[in-house]
């Protein structure tokens, strides 16, 4: 059985509705934001801890933790993902153009100030590979490696302080620009990196970071290259010098590449089956560590080996701090790159498990961490897409996992870190190279996304190709300006259709889709899907003309046909003189719908706003010159469906000076029922509605 609906009430306006349903104005706006700001501004012990409890978290989910249901899965989420920071936290270090212990520190403390702030449960910060790469373009900028570096102890030690002074710099002033976006809850801005633009941000990335660890897998030593075609030259650069290969790292790569490849894949489609994924990369770090000691490879081979890693916890310094002016760029896109990909992270994290993430706290979190950091020796943070991954697969529930975490990295911070000495380099490049796998796979999306959206699709190519074949920074700005452009083209372009009713109902829908639905005799109906705006607006009249057939030739036809019309009935009866009609703009509808126009021609236009978000100045001046072309050719305007914000700006441009205010309706239907009304009944008879 089909269920059915029936309504019978009055016609409505805008101005009927609102003395009927609407809420009365508060004249005392001022006191009332007066009174708003006095709320927030009061100080009390409930408003202390609500304050404390919303800008440090962890002070909420502390305690409400459930040690028998959470604690388990928190340890082992916790150490496993601790246990792959090592290994990468030196392989990304090495993308940030400094020494690996910096990479331990970085994943450290950011770790434990993150657990305090964040409000991602399954969120792991520390060092990310997009992130440490366009880091490590500044620092190759500004401190490169000299073609005869001094193999004093001073020396490299005065260029590897050289070089984390200006990483920690970047850190520093990314985590102070996080802090004024804070300030000013501009955590909105995250969303102008849409999904499409991360992922293909992400993987032309991974291609960036691949190129850059050829050199080392191969054993050359050579210049790193930064700007634009930096991938093709450093390609050309590997390519040329391929004869100079050591032999030896070259196999060490290989062998390396021979174990992780496989165990990852196995560790990724076996992950419901395995309690935790097995620790390949710490295995990897261990068993080159000790081939390479055992066989003396570094002096026999010249294989590149990591070298001294200090013992105990660094001491607190100042970042480089006079190279902001020349850093301010760069950091700017590492800000946004990082606090996007943390952001994704954590509501793709957050949806899955039925929790919800505070974009502007999320600033504060990495802002505080990457800040404190900072003067700690540490390069810029940020959530990483692996660790992430894998603690939440690990069964990690709450933030404490960072605790065990960190637990982890202090572990080998304070004792294991300077067994690390005879690591080659060449094995945490693989690490490096395997850790992106995720980012590579991410054009198995495509073809769906040419099936969803081709718009998007463009704006995925577009930004991949910019980043592979210009440059990281310049190549994430193109991305973004071109998805705003689709936006803006798709708004000016947006369509205007012609609505038709669909038989005994108050329904109307466009008649390119539904065409068992009529068009009502005589009325014109409108629709926009769009915003109407300086950028469109000449589209919009184009349209509506086109729809409308009123050229301007056939304005100025029905113009005079109006007034010869107008002149007659003045002169055979002096009636209309006497009714004291002033504005033939206000005349009655009757009259007008009783007129010599034919039958076949629109004699009145109606508007459906309903898609109509917002109209700028000149659009609320457009719709008052359309009003004034349609009276000329005879032809009345009504208005229904428009929000309030469409409404007041329409108002206040003076449009009610060339419009009646009566023609402005809640409904499509309203406005329908009462254009026929008029041309059937007289003016007196009582206007309703019957749906």
């Known amino acids: ?80 993902v601790g246990i792959l920071h090592i290994p990468q936290g030196m392989a990304f270090a090495l993308l940030t153009s400094v020494a690996p212990i910096f990479g331990l520190y970085t994943s450290f403390f950011p770790v434990v100030l993150y657990m305090f702030f964040g409000t991602g449960r399954h969120v792991s910060t520390g060092t990310f590979a997009v992130v440490s790469l366009m880091t490590g373009s500044v620092v190759e900028q500004l401190v490169p490696t000299p073609l005869e570096m001094n193999s004093s102890l001073s020396a490299v030690a005065e260029f590897e302080a050289q070089r984390i002074g200006v990483a920690s710099a970047v850190a520093l002033l990314s985590g102070i620009i996080m802090l004024c976006m804070f300030g000013l809850q501009l955590g909105f801005l995250s969303t102008y990196l849409s999904e499409p633009i991360v992922k293909a941000f992400t993987s032309a990335a991974a291609f960036h970071v691949t190129v850059s660890q050829l050199q080392s897998m191969l054993g050359l030593r050579l210049p790193r290259h930064t700007g634009t075609f930096s991938l093709f030259k450093t390609l050309a650069s590997v390519i040329e010098n391929l004869p100079h290969t050591n032999v030896a790292e070259l196999l060490i790569s290989l062998v390396c590449l021979a174990v992780l490849v496989p165990v990852k894949e196995i560790n990724m489609r076996y ?21 390479a000691y055992a066989f003396s490879l570094d002096s026999a081979y010249k ?10 916890f660094p001491r607190p310094q100042m970042p480089a701090l006079h190279t902001f002016p020349e850093i301010a760029g760069d950091t700017v896109a590492i800000t946004f790159v990082g606090y996007a990909v943390s952001v994704s992270l ?26 404190v950091s900072s003067f700690f020796t540490c390069f810029p943070s940020s959530a990483t897409l692996a660790t992430t991954n894998i603690l939440e697969s690990a069964g990690g529930h709450t933030q404490l996992s960072g605790l065990f975490t960190s637990l982890v990295v202090l572990i080998v911070l304070l004792l294991i870190g300077p067994l690390f000495y ?110 109407i705006y300086y950028g469109n607006r000449n589209f919009f009249r184009e349209e509506m003309s086109s729809l409308l057939g009123l050229t301007p030739e056939k304005i100025r036809s029905r113009e005079k046909a109006r007034k010869a019309l107008e002149k007659r009935e003045r002169e055979a009866t002096v009636n209309t003189v006497e009714r004291g009609i002033a504005n033939t703009s206000f005349s009655s509808e009757n009259e ?61 441009s003076g449009l009610m000076t060339y419009m009646n205010p009566q023609h402005i309706f809640v409904t499509v239907h309203d406005a329908v029922t009462y254009i026929q009304q008029q041309k059937e009944k007289p003016p007196e008879s009582t206007t309703t509605v019957w749906v």
């Open 1 to 80: 059985m089909s269920a059915s609906v029936a309504v019978y009430r009055n016609i409505y306006t805008e101005d009927r509705f609102k003395q009927a349903y609407g809420s009365e104005q508060d004249g005392s706006g001022g006191s009332g934001l007066r009174e708003r700001l006095a709320g927030r501004c009061r100080c009390s012990r409930r408003a202390c801890l609500h304050l404390l409890r919303q800008r440090v978290p962890i002070f909420s989910w502390l305690p409400r933790y459930r040690p028998k249901k959470w604690i388990l899965g928190d340890t082992i989420a916790g150490l496993t």
């Open 271 to 291: 992950r419901q089956r395995l309690r935790t994924p097995i620790p390949v990369e710490i295995l990897t770090v261990i068993i080159a560590t000790g081939v």
């Open 303 to 312: 294989v590149e080996i990591v070298g001294h890693i200090p013992a105990g």
């Open 346 to 371: 954590a509501m793709i994290y957050a949806d899955k498990h039925g929790y919800s993430i505070h974009p502007n706290q999320e600033l504060l979190a990495h802002g505080v961490s990457n800040t």
């Open 422 to 531: 005879f690591l080659p380099k060449a094995a945490l490049a693989c690490i490096n190279v395997t850790s992106l796998r995720q980012m590579f796979l991410q054009f198995q999306d495509l073809p769906e996304l040419w099936r969803i959206s081709k718009m998007d699709f463009m704006v995925w190519v577009v930004t991949w190709l910019s980043v592979v074949v210009l440059n990281v920074d310049l190549g994430l700005a193109i991305g973004v300006v071109f998805s705003m452009m689709t936006v803006i083209c798709r708004t000016q372009r947006a369509g205007c259709s012609v609505l038709g009713r669909a038989s005994n109902t108050e329904i109307y829908r466009p008649l390119e889709n539904h065409s068992k639905c009529y068009e009502v005799p005589g009325v014109k109906i409108l629709t926009y899907n769009g915003p």
């Open 592 to 652: 007008f719908f009783k007129s010599e126009t034919s039958e076949s021609d629109v004699q009145a236009v109606l508007i459906d706003c309903s898609s109509v978000i917002f109209v700028d100045v000149a659009g609320a001046r457009l719709f008052t010159q359309m009003c004034t072309e349609c009276q000329k050719a005879g032809v009345h305007v009504y208005l229904a469906n428009c929000n309030e914000s469409v409404l007041k700006i329409l108002t206040s």
